[in-house]
């Protein structure tokens, strides 16, 4: 692997990490509180459902509709184009993590709220999509660099 290649996964990776390490960082803390300390000041003790369905569309928007959405808008932006720039598809893939981040962020809230089993498991399921699909691995990157055949420099 070359030079280029090895900046642009980091470049990617450290991003990534910057989204989603305080979003996860703050729930584990959150959740070891609540486990270790039952009845926590902060905790929702019944909260309204239409407040749990809120946070489960509004996951559902941010782990697949709209960086889906944002994915088809760049695929017609760039369709007529030979090729894509490097910094075009390092912008897309930065724009594409960050759209996916508050996915994690609504699973503290959703929490708070104590809900029942279905939903929590629910949300729980929409941010470790949004955790697992959107992780820029080297397979991936490469794979979405030939897919929009990015120039190599």
Known sequence: MNQ???GIQKILLNHYLILHLPGAGAFAVLYTLHKT???MYFMVREAPSWTIIAILVLQGIFAVALPLWYRIHFVNRIKTSKRTSM???LQF???FLTLAAP???LLIPGYMMSPSQGPFAAMVLFALYSLYFYFPSHKRTLAEKKLFRVEEK
Do not use: I, V
């Open 4 to 6: 280029a290649k090895q």
């Open 37 to 39: 300390l039952p009845g």
């Open 87 to 89: 910094q075009a598809f």
């Open 93 to 95: 893939e930065k724009r």
């Open 103 to 105: 996915s994690l962020y």
